[in-house]
Nanobody
């Protein structure tokens, strides 16, 4: 099992920045791919960004490209999501997720392909 704990959410004005963290513990060797998803009120959970643990390749949703950056710290077993130039439409609960297996571009956007999830952290962007 892998346990994921997110932190770093909060309230920020439009144009501001936040950095989310996701600390992994447990059988951390069991995760090959880690991602961030978000869910706004009344909407489905959607893909935000992902990183391949080995090699560090990164992937982004079009809506966040150029504003968000996903990274990892191997020594700390932690994944980060640096969010800059935040917009009100970025308001959502952000979830960290881990997949045991590597994911291709066909599947990385689908939340059902991830095996472990954090509890979520609220991000609210005011206009």
């Amino acid at each position: 099992q892998v346990q994921l704990v997110e932190s770093g959410g909060g309230l920020v004005q439009a144009g501001g920045s936040l950095r989310l963290s996701c600390a992994a513990s447990g059988r951390t060797f069991s995760r090959s791919f880690m991602g961030w998803f978000r869910q706004a009120p009344g909407k489905e959970r959607t893909f935000v960004a992902a990183i391949r643990w080995s090699g560090g390749s990164t992937f982004y949703a079009d809506s966040v490209k150029g504003r968000f950056t996903i990274s990892r710290d191997n020594a700390k077993n932690t994944v980060y999501l640096q969010m800059n130039n935040l917009k009100p439409e970025d308001t959502a609960v952000y979830y960290c997720a881990a997949a045991r297996n590597d994911l291709t571009s066909t599947y990385m956007y689908r939340d059902v392909m991830y095996d472990y999830w954090g509890q979520g952290t609220q991000v609210t962007v005011s206009s």
